[in-house]
């Protein structure tokens, strides 16, 4: 019988994720081939080849990767205030900012980098039914702390789905500002800026907080 071969023992599709990640932070996406990708994580080219036909596949891989790495992190991050929503909502938004700027181009390529979304878009057209748009799942993760958020009386009377794509979008620009350093962050700590910009928006949603009247007793 003949001995399997190395690359029929180990994990090709996470190998090439994880060496992929690091050469495009290293050296840029087009920089970057798919025959340099495989011998990174100890594969053939063929044998990559069977997982990822194309760069925009594996691609999709990586910023899937990052979604579900930001995922847990802000899963983390909540974990530490279960009795206050409110508490959550605002250790999640600091996470987020700490996860970007200590995995900028990591975060760069789930957001920027057009090749996800063309694989995306082609797997739904072919009918896949695991073409699922991983950045979905966190902004699901956002309405839903919005929506705990609402019990206890903050953001009553908005619509979670526009309360959590605007906390989001002003968090994300505030990050991507600082990534590149653009003003004000040319002159101060973007960490620390970013990071105020997540005060700031929990600011205003305490703000927003209805005290609801306990019933007198009957």
């Known amino acids: 019988m ?3 071969r190395n690359e029929d ?23 970057v081939s798919l025959a340099e990708i495989a011998a990174a994580a100890g594969c053939r080219a063929p044998a990559l080849y069977r997982y990822f036909p194309d760069k925009d596949a594996l691609l999709l891989a990586v910023h899937d990767e ?11 991050a909540g ?8 508490e959550r909502l605002r250790l999640g938004g600091l996470a987020y900012v700490r996860f970007a700027l200590e995995n900028p181009e990591l975060y760069e390529l789930m957001f920027l980098e057009r090749g996800p979304y063309r694989r995306l878009a082609a797997l739904r057209a072919a009918g896949d039914p695991d073409a699922v748009d991983f950045a979905a799942r966190s902004l699901a993760f956002l ?5 705990a958020c609402q019990e206890e009386g903050y953001l009553s009377g908005l619509d979670p789905d526009v309360a959590a794509f605007t906390f989001w979008s002003a968090v994300h620009g505030a990050v991507s500002l600082a990534l590149r350093r653009r003003a004000p962050f040319a002159a101060v700590d973007p960490a620390a800026i970013a990071a105020q910009a997540v005060e700031t928006m929990i600011t205003l949603t305490a703000a927003t907080r209805t005290v609801r009247a306990t019933p007198a007793p009957g």
């Open 2 to 4: 003949a001995r399997p």
């Open 9 to 31: 023992r180990i994990d090709i599709p996470g190998r090439a994720v994880q060496a992929a990640a690091q050469l495009f932070a290293e050296r840029g996406v087009d920089a």
């Open 66 to 76: 990052g979604f579900r790495r930001l995922y847990g992190v802000k899963l983390d």
């Open 79 to 86: 974990g530490a205030a279960r009795s206050s929503a409110w």
């Open 143 to 147: 309405k839903t702390s919005v929506l």
